[in-house]
């Protein structure tokens, strides 16, 4: 099946500073990404949709400015949380499809990579 | 609004059946998933419905009726390995073009010896 990673797993990060997560689907081309970040015991939350070679689009409430999306290529994309503060700490997830992603149906299943834990201090 | 609704907690011992159902609210529809995640781990796709009706994967089946708008998924011959939140989720079409998933609340999954 598809391969999507995540890196870092963990980073602690001081308040102030910025962070970047890499996302890259290992085994096909991600034409799609989404970004998701998720509270502990709470369900996932849809930052940001972005296709390869444009501009993210995200979701209402999210701050573009804070949370910066790059999609470069087909096999990797980019959030970095700008001027970190202890409330941005969460679990950051991101999935992918693309193709070789679709299913017998015709449609595209999204995999998810394994999510990166912030935590800010 | 978009929402969609599910049991917060359900508990079942080992060996017996358990369903988790789904209501959902939303501005559009493209097909209902069911994802497991673990604790600490990343969620896990089971399965997906575009149609009503009943899809069969092994151990896991999940059920779908638009008129509706209701979901479950069916858990049979329960393992304790199985005890893990399980999220109900509609596909939706996304501003940037194609489609983005909306999860549910999640439902925890506890299951007894």
């Known amino acids: 099946g598809a391969v999507v990673s995540q890196h870092p797993s963990r980073v602690i990060c001081k308040s102030g500073t910025s962070v970047k997560i890499e996302c890259r689907s290992l085994?096909?081309?991600?034409?799609?990404m989404f970004w998701y970040r998720q509270f502990p015991k709470q369900s996932l939350m849809l930052m940001a949709t972005s296709n390869e070679g444009s501009k993210a689009t995200y979701e209402q409430g999210v701050e573009k400015d804070k949370f910066l999306i790059n999609h470069a290529s087909l096999t990797l994309s980019t959030l970095t949380v700008t001027s970190a503060h202890p409330e941005d700490s969460s679990f950051y997830i991101c999935?992918?499809?693309?193709?070789?992603?679709?299913?017998?149906?015709?449609?595209?299943?999204?995999?998810f990579g394994p999510g990166t834990r912030l935590t800010v201090t | 609004g978009q929402s969609l609704e599910q049991p917060s907690e359900v508990t079942a011992v080992e060996g017996a059946i358990v369903q988790i159902n789904c209501t959902y609210q939303t501005s559009g529809f493209y097909g209902l998933s069911w994802y497991q995640q673990h604790d600490g781990g990343a969620p896990t796709f089971l399965s997906y419905?575009?149609?009503?009706g009943l899809e069969e994967t092994g151990r896991f089946s999940s059920f779908l009726s638009r008129s509706d708008s209701y979901g479950y998924l069916l858990l049979q011959e329960l393992q304790m390995k199985d005890s893990a939140s399980y999220f109900c989720a509609v596909r939706d079409l996304s501003e940037a073009g194609g489609f983005k998933t909306i999860f549910g609340a999640g439902t925890r999954l506890f299951v007894k010896a």
């Open positions: 999935s992918a499809r693309g193709r070789g992603t679709v299913r017998a149906d015709g449609s595209y299943e999204q995999y």
């Open positions: 419905n575009a149609l009503d």
């Open positions: 085994d096909f081309q991600a034409t799609t």
